[in-house]
């Protein structure tokens, strides 16, 4: 879970530079008539939110958006079937009123939101004294180079900028009680392993590897943490006061938000608390009415989509920029996903991306993505 912190220990000391800066389960859904609905992709250009910084050690997976098209089923066999006789047709009654064809309504993000807030207070997994909720996650961070530093996107460089880029996976395991105000334990996160690597010779890159050297010999200690540490961006605010101090309906979630923060634009404000939403969702902690509260807050924002379906599990996509302001000539975009599992309430994954097209990393590769699975655990690691 120290990602993004290892990252900023370590990118001094190679790069030499500053950086710049989730019953009712499926009932409250759609009937779909026992088949899938075909994913709809994006919309080509919505507003929604700024996040300030990295979204942080325990926040960020992605289901990208699925683009179905150029596909052709084979033709059937051609079978001959003598043609019905009369006495074959049947017709309607005299006066009969014909039954009426029904068609599903389209899904909603806030019908999916309202789902799985449900399924959040419902849908168990609450530990029992002497219990934990582990979250098992995995993480992939794109790393950038122009030759002399190793950075994020967007940390002093750009991805137009990069001349080699790698995505790099590491993970781990943490571990909450049903206090969340007690200790939150942290195994130690895995060693890096470059997964794929972007530019000539970029397998190779000698920066890179001594990149790696040193964050494997700094190790990934785990231990305990009150509270869960504090929220990435947070103010210092400690992961437990914001599950322990926010109320149990989303008008409330929201109103408490706009108390704390003293944004500019409505704009800037929608953008922060969705990622504050988003990042304390992902945790995967606090009771079944909270994260139902903050569930269906998150829905409340403008500007989603539905970008990904796969039996109970959505993907809401939520693009905004960089700006204060939702268009402005020259801005970098920002897309970011929460993938949420509707029959359990529990978020599976969130992603978060700026790549906008056309340099040395594939287009669909992000910036981050984590995946995350929650289960319940009789105790700690020994």
């Not at 779909?32 to 994913?39: A, F, H, L, S, W």
């Not at 305990?224 to 989303?250: I, K, N, Q, V, Y």
């Amino acid at each position: 879970m120290d990602v993004f912190e290892k990252v900023e220990r370590i990118k001094p000391e190679i790069e030499g530079v500053e950086e710049s800066i989730a019953a009712a389960r499926m009932r409250l859904m759609t009937e779909i008539r026992g088949e899938e609905r075909p994913v709809r992709a994006r919309p080509v250009r919505r507003t929604w939110f700024l996040a300030a910084g990295a979204t942080g050690a325990l926040a960020a997976a992605t289901v990208g958006v699925l683009f179905v098209g150029g596909m052709t089923a084979p033709k059937p066999p051609v079978v001959a079937h003598p043609a019905p006789t009369p006495a074959q047709t049947a017709s309607p009654a005299p006066g009969a009123t014909p039954t009426p064809t029904v068609s599903a309504a389209p899904e909603t993000v806030q019908g999916v939101f309202t789902a799985a807030s449900a399924s959040a207070i419902h849908g168990g997994l609450t530990p029992q004294p002497g219990q934990y909720r582990r979250v098992t996650w995995t993480s992939d961070l794109l790393l950038v180079s122009d030759g002399t530093t190793i950075t994020q996107p967007g940390y002093g460089l750009s991805h137009a900028m990069a001349t080699r880029a790698w995505v790099v996976r590491t993970g781990g395991e943490f571990y909450v009680s049903a206090d969340v105000t007690g200790d939150w334990y942290f195994s130690p996160s895995t060693p890096p392993v470059v997964l794929s690597a972007y530019g000539q010779d970029a397998a190779a890159d000698v920066q890179m590897q001594q990149y790696l050297d040193r964050w494997n010999a700094e190790g990934a200690p785990g231990g305990f943490r009150a509270g869960g540490g504090p929220l990435p961006d947070g103010d210092g605010m400690l992961r437990s006061e914001f599950l322990t101090s926010l109320p149990e309906d989303a008008d409330g979630v929201l109103a408490w938000f706009r108390a704390r923060q003293g944004s500019s634009s409505d704009y800037h404000h929608d953008a922060m608390v969705g990622w504050t939403l988003m990042t304390l969702l992902a945790c995967n902690a606090g009771t079944g009415e909270v994260r139902a509260a903050m569930l269906k807050a998150l829905g409340a924002l403008p500007g989603a989509s539905i970008v990904g379906s796969h039996g109970s599990v959505r993907t809401i996509a939520f693009d905004s920029t960089f700006q204060e302001e939702p268009e402005r000539p020259g801005e970098v975009r920002r897309h970011q996903t929460i993938t949420v599992d509707v029959s359990t309430g529990r978020v599976t994954g969130l992603s978060d991306s700026t790549n906008p097209g056309g340099s040395i990393v594939p287009d669909d590769v992000v910036d981050e993505r984590d995946d995350y699975t929650v289960d319940l655990v009789d105790g700690l690691p020994g």
